[in-house]
């Protein structure tokens, strides 16, 4: 059985054009090879910092952004191109949530509307069918029957992202990207919606690629998390791998930069992050090469990889 889906070799470079004839002269190289695997009920994380082409990646695997080099397989079937997306069901089983569902929501449609739209462009449900599967699936994210006759305003932030979920998975979907779907949520907040996504996941099976810059807010959803720093992997592992032992010095950075709610831990964590930041220029030679992009991944174990120069010398050096 091949995987649900494989990213393979996936680069996105955006022209940069400047001068008097506005011709390219350079390119951004938001996502430069990054191989990814989906497999059915899983999740998987996609954390780095502020422009390491995180969204870039999803637009790219749901067919917003189009790919520079590289391919993507669905279902062992290459999907990468817009006449095989169209000929595949691809388009109806890979959803997508933004950080914010207002943004994405048409204010002067009532929510049946809105939740209608997607069983409109891909099922022939009647408009009472459409109804009945609107009003079981905001059940599932908490929100009574009455919401359907409500406008988006009307909600609050955390209301409006678990609308956003309920939509993403109205046609049953494969994989739902979801990009920094709490970010802009208070952290109670932000564990609720959390809870009705594990819980939709149980009940369909879906799979989950979850984008954030915060390790913390991933932690406890993801099987799977790969820690992407300027258009690269630095780092990929289960939960495990990446929390309990994380081998690249951006890694150990980003998981540094956790807030401690614990306040008997916060010297501890403090020290730890000053010995993390003396360390990372002296070790960069072992991390990033000299345009300051990290390495291929090499596999350190069967689930975990880690970019570094040279794995023997890694391995020999150790750990500090
Ligand atoms: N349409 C575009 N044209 C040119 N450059 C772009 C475009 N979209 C994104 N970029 C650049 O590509 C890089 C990756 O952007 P991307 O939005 O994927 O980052 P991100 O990891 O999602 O960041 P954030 O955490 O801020 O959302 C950035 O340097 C960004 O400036
Ligand atoms: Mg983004």
Same mark, same amino acid.
């Given at each position: ?7 393979? !070799?996936l680069?996105?470079?955006y ?7 506005? $011709? ?7 996502v +430069?090879?990054?191989? *990814? ?49 169209? $000929? ?40 009472? #069918? #459409? ?16 919401? *359907? %006759? ?28 979801? +990009?920094?779907p ?21 009940? %369909? ?9 915060? *390790? ?6 993801? !099987? ?6 300027r ?7 289960? $939960? ?14 980003l ?16 020290r ?9 220029? #002296?070790?960069?030679?072992? %991390?990033? !090469?000299?345009?300051? $992009? ?20 890694f391995r ?5």
């Amino acid at each position: 059985m091949p995987n649900l889906i494989e990213v393979k !070799d996936l680069k996105v470079h955006y022209p940069i054009r400047s001068g008097f004839f506005n $011709r390219v002269t350079d390119h951004v190289r938001a996502v +430069d090879g990054v191989n *990814l695997e989906f497999e059915q009920g899983k999740t998987y994380g996609l954390v780095g910092e502020s422009g390491s082409g995180k969204s870039t990646i999803g637009k790219a695997i749901i067919g917003l952004e189009s790919i520079t080099e590289g391919s993507i397989f669905y279902n062992g079937d290459e999907v990468s191109k817009q006449a095989q997306k169209r $000929r595949s069901n691809y388009r109806e089983n890979v959803q997508m949530i933004f950080q914010d569902a207002m943004s994405s929501f048409n204010p002067k449609r009532r929510i049946l509307d809105i939740m209608s739209e997607p069983l409109r462009n891909f099922t022939n449900m009647t408009p009472e #069918e #459409e109804k009945r599967r609107a009003i079981e699936l905001l059940e599932i994210v908490g929100l009574s029957e009455e919401s *359907l %006759y409500k406008y988006p305003h009307q909600f609050s932030g955390g209301q409006r992202q678990r609308i956003g979920v309920a939509r993403a998975v109205a046609l049953n979907p494969k994989l739902v990207i979801a +990009d920094e779907p709490v970010s802009a949520l208070d952290l109670s907040v932000q564990a609720q919606v959390l809870n009705f996504m594990k819980q939709i996941q149980d009940e %369909y099976n879906v799979s989950y690629l979850f984008i954030s810059h915060d *390790l913390g807010v991933v932690k406890h959803m993801c !099987d799977e998390i790969a820690i992407m720093y300027r258009g690269r992997f630095a780092e990929y592992g289960n $939960r495990q791998d990446i929390y309990e032992n994380p081998q690249h010095i951006y890694t150990k950075r980003l998981l540094s930069a956790i807030p401690e709610v614990n306040p008997n831990n916060r010297e501890a964590n403090k020290r730890r992050r000053q010995e993390i930041a003396a360390h990372y220029d #002296e070790s960069s030679q072992h %991390y990033f !090469d000299t345009n300051g $992009r990290v390495y291929d991944l090499k596999p350190l174990s069967p689930t975990h990889s880690v970019a570094v120069a040279d794995l023997d010398k890694f391995r020999q050096e150790g750990d500090f």
